[in-house]
């Protein structure tokens, strides 16, 4: 969507949940990125605070990225809303029966789309559609 420009990026969520509070009509896309912001209360506080848009994120200070973790649940609605890849849809379904949530089912899946994307970008190659369905199939 925006490239390698994390700003920019970010200055996008950040707008489309403030046109949220503010009751602001919204594209498509701002809905479904304050949607996902609205179920992440644990992130208001850095979205609201003055370096959000600077700020790293790293595992060795004990933290996780807001916005990756936002943004896997936006690839996930999308591949879903797709069924791309082919049986994610079916697969989700399977999974959010079982834990009997849906936020809880893209938490999990997030998992497996973590791998892919890590072993893609090891390999320096696209996501392993087969793989990545696998994992999944096995939650």
Known sequence: MFGQDRQRLRRY????????????????LESLIANVIGQHPEYHAILQSED?????????QGQSNP????GMHIS???QISTDRPAGIRNTYQKIRNKLGDAHAAE???MECL???????QQQNRAPDEQAYLECLKKL
Do not use: N
């Not at 959000?52 to 060795?60: C, I, N, R, S, V």
């Not at 916005?67 to 936002?70: D, R």
């Open 13 to 28: 969520y950040l707008q489309a949940w403030q046109k949220q509070q503010t009751g602001v009509a919204m594209e498509p």
């Open 52 to 60: 959000a848009l600077e700020k790293d994120f790293t595992p060795e």
């Open 67 to 70: 916005f990756l973790h936002m």
């Open 76 to 78: 996930l609605a999308e």
């Open 107 to 109: 938490h999990h899946m």
């Open 114 to 120: 973590g791998l892919a994307l890590w072993e893609a």
